[in-house]
């Protein structure tokens, strides 16, 4: 009943195969091997054109990165308010891209584009003394498990374009929005008009493979000295390769991806059911935001669950009671349909 | 025949099952979980001292953080003219730390001490305008293939100590040099003046593990914050941890190591022996720096034998002719005595 | 007409004497000369402790360069959420100290205690993904022309010193303030647990005078760097002293501090008394926003008054109707009766 | 007899009176005043073309943002090893610009041509680990003295052409240079190739008057945002405009360039004709570089005498001697021929 976070899942089998058979040759160093370019190559097809991909270590390091590749001094980024980039990096934005991380509100962890729009106009080009619009960065899936629409990344891109501004995907979760949207990749991002993507695969059973991918190959010209500086480049890059190699083979990444989303509906199921549990709002991804009863809660803990507590936001549409308390759960490609039951049956017994 | 780099090599197949072994499980993230609390404490063990580690992604990042936890605003750092953060990593410490590398002669590599101490000289603690020492950082093994014996090390934090600055130990290739002098962790590093360390595997049978070591804990007083901030905190730490684990069982680093130095041996045994060949100078790493015969080095290659070549210094015993070219031969805890054997059989032949 | 801000004023005849009479001899530059240590001595008398000082070029500097004094990686510094360092100043602040500036939101221009506390509480000493709090400034006069009294200060740094945080104050207008609670520059200041001041005489009759003040000396330990790294070390030093010289001379600081607020006095007055015009909120230093009929901004403009609109809050107590607009006025040492006169009976003409 | 340095001078009487006029009005802030846009266009005249222009507050700091405004992450910028920008500015370039200075040896304190392209083909633009070319700098007058000639700025502007690099002039004592030379400003910039130029008056006569010029305006792009972030937007920006007013007034700077360099003339004389004293190497600015008996400078010294010694360079053409010492001696243009002849009177008497 490991619910605490989807980085606390292992890998899948084939990844470690993949990395195992690799490990036993010679190949060149710092992405120059032939594994390294064919996966590279693998990453146009799925994007359905020519992409820049560069490997990094976090998902921290792939949007601080990101960021920094369009910054432009006294320039600011606009990312909802619970963004990963403004609560949960350390500022690491801020110091790889030298700009600061401006927050716009709006329901469901989605950027409003009216409160974008505003945000971005008290910015202008030539604003000296209160800086300049830099660029935009969205989530998807977002924080609190929800998903923008096509529809919603159209508003937002739009607005961006409108001012001139870059925007970012932050795909920390980008599978899970895939699969929930059942859209391709390339229609949830540069068809949009993403122009850079953080594509996570570490939350997604590897070990440890982010990508950055840049859709317009002009704003990855000082890429490869920006992420060298950073102490980002691997030597044995094709670790890296190699994981993102079985990822991407036979759509393992999506069937992944759609497990744990899976496991994500049959939690909300059976949260929306019981008497001492009902879903904190609705989600689409591999999050479930859930107000159980404490008794519940500390039932569950006791039996060995693991899951975390959530910050109450003032808007909630039902308030959490004295005798609740508002948890996250997040499932991934290890959960099995038995933690799930296990864990609904200690609720529904508290 | 992969004599570039050991960065070439894959990984050791015990390091793989130990990966695949952790893989199936859950476990808490970023740093917390018990696997990674025991290879915390198997690194006490180690150094035969409580020692605060943290794990980060490349070479790069465990220099540039070190000097960063070391740094004081208009420092200056001092490392010989060719070490790795002078000439390799693309500005990186410079970056993180905000201080400039200050390079310092000496022979075979190494500092020469009564430069280091001129150098130092030069940059007084009220020096406002052409800025103060703060630190001394040494590799070893060094770039060039040697080892500082543990008298040469004395020499250096003696003078490193009198004028109240910390060293940092570039390791990158720590074991091979640990099992050279045939000394312990601990004598080679906290018992001669050594107050942080980068412990490199990536380069000796890992995949990706490279540990920042501080001898001193009040030195780490903000390294969480420090190594957060740069983007290398990584989620899922225990695959790091786990590959130390079994790099640390039962002397695995250093067979790996002794491996590749003997390896090394080899190379230096035949490549002395030949006519066609000769060692450009002695090292007792695992690193060999070779004269050839262009001839027998393009025969080499023609038959797949990868190496760099490296440029003259100015003070060769012996000048390489127009014929001749210089060569970097590095082995690993994967070059077999084949790989050896065949390759000074081309050379022998050319 | 000229209150578009007091930084459109010139300077005062007696600080242009000095600066000429400095001008005739030749002294030691760089901050050496006897003259920077009499000023330096000066400033002691005028905080009744040893302080320690150090000009710089700018507020902007001054508030910047004090906040990268007291940076911790990772950390955030919170302000009002209209304050200079956040509003005002390109991200220089972020720049050089590497801090994220954590909005705090109260009424009239000044942090409410209870939302500070709030604030500095999701900011813990452990955060290391959100961030950890790491400084307090607070800005006097406001900018939005309010003053904190001694009890509201204490309220301030009683919260930050709980929560082991030094504070800063941004005194741009410090004499201001100073004059409008008649206190002693040490009763608003480490009397009130203040430990950094940016000392700003620029706006209130020097040409380019800003002192950064530690009253903690510990504080300024790395100072002298930071301040010659940034580029804010003048070689000619003493031009800035001898500002500061003839400022601090027999009062004059005080009374054109004086000055400017007893016009701004005369501004409120008169204009609450007009009917085309109304004070937007009440103000006690040498800033007055007023709402005004269009007809007498326009009427006002026409004849050469200067002054800039103002962002309507979302909570002034009486709303702007259309035909009206929000606009700030500043008064300064060179402000006249006859200015203020002529734009009231302008107004009033209207 | 203050030869210390042309910084310990005071202003000339031209500039203070310039200021106190400009004292007595009010006028738009932050650059944007009448004034500062009729000096700026005064510029265009003295260079002879379109240039942008930005004034700051030291030229550490006209020399950093220049850099910063052509850095490249991963660049490196070449200059002599001499230069201010590596030996007296404390990691400042270093700090705003991202870059690393790399030092370039050559006789007379000017960069060697041949040893700059071979500075430079060590750093390819496709270096990633060992870093990218990107900047070179040169300063006129040098650090020692002496004068680039034309031809001899043509070979250092050609090379870096030929690389693609940008070429900065430190220019901090540019009209000595230049009267020296007796060129116009633009044969001695941009039609040489200079890109970008730090223009400094302070050590001329002003009391704190440094601007940037670009002759190419693109490269000031972003400038605007550049300075602003580095706290180096002065509110009351007419007081520098005003000083530059009355500096380039009817050829004032030249003159007093002029004084200086016929003062340093007469130092050389004097200082070449005594039995006591030589030149250690040829100048033409007004720095002169004297060996002295130590009777000689210690009897200037009793009598008042201020000037700094030197560090004897390993090339001297005439060792100094134990009884010996080599000094600095700098004019300015408010050293007076009693100054000059006194020194050397006492020399002479020693």
Same mark, same amino acid.
């Given at each position: ?42 990453? &146009? ?17 792939? &949007? ?14 606009f990312s909802h308010t619970e963004a990963h980039v403004i609560e949960d990096e350390c500022g690491a934005p801020d110091f790889f891209s030298g700009m600061r991380m401006v927050p716009v509100e709006g329901e ?27 660029? +935009? ?41 895939? +699969? ?23 939350? &997604?059973? #590897?070990? #440890?493979?982010?990508?950055? +991918? ?40 999506? &069937? ?63 308030? +959490? ?25 200690? #609720?529904?017994?508290?």
């Open positions: 009943m490991f619910f605490a976070s989807d980085n606390w899942a292992g890998a899948h089998p084939s990844i470690n195969e993949r990395l195992s058979k690799e490990s036993t040759r010679f190949a060149a160093a710092y992405g120059n091997s032939d594994l390294d370019k064919a996966v590279e190559a693998r990453f &146009n097809e799925i994007f359905e054109r020519n992409v820049s991909v560069y490997f990094v270590s976090t998902g921290t390091a792939a &949007n601080s990165l990101s960021l920094a590749s369009i910054a432009r001094v006294g320039g600011v980024a469901d962890g989605k950027m409003d584009p009216e409160k974008l729009s505003a945000r971005i106009a008290g910015f202008p080009q030539d604003s000296l003394h209160h800086g300049r619009a830099a660029a +935009v960065t969205l989530t998807q899936a977002t924080e609190t498990g929800t998903i923008y629409t096509l529809d919603e990344i159209d508003a937002i891109t739009a607005i961006a374009k409108a001012n001139g501004l870059p925007v970012h995907m932050d795909g920390a979760r980008f599978a899970n929005a895939l +699969v929930s949207l059942d859209v391709s990749p390339a229609e949830m991002t540069w068809r949009r008009g993403i122009d850079i993507l953080s594509f996570g695969g570490t939350k &997604n059973g #590897c070990w #440890c493979a982010e990508a950055i +991918v840049f859709f317009n190959p002009e704003l990855a010209r000082d890429f490869a000295f920006i992420r060298k500086r950073a102490a980002q480049l691997f030597s044995k890059t094709r670790f890296i390769s190699a994981q993102f190699d079985a990822y991407l083979q036979d759509g393992l990444w999506l &069937n992944m991806a759609s497990h744990a989303n899976s496991m994500a509906d049959r939690l909300r199921a059976g949260i929306g059911s019981l008497n001492s549990t009902r879903l904190a709002w609705d989600t689409t991804s591999n999050e479930v935001f859930a107000v159980l009863n404490k008794a519940s809660a500390e039932a569950a803990e006791a039996r060995g669950a693991k899951f975390y507590g959530w910050p109450v936001p003032t808007n909630m549409p039902e308030p +959490v009671r004295d005798d609740e308390t508002l948890i996250r759960l997040v499932t991934s490609f290890a959960t099995t349909e038995e933690d799930i039951d296990q864990f609904l049956s200690i #609720c529904s017994a508290s």
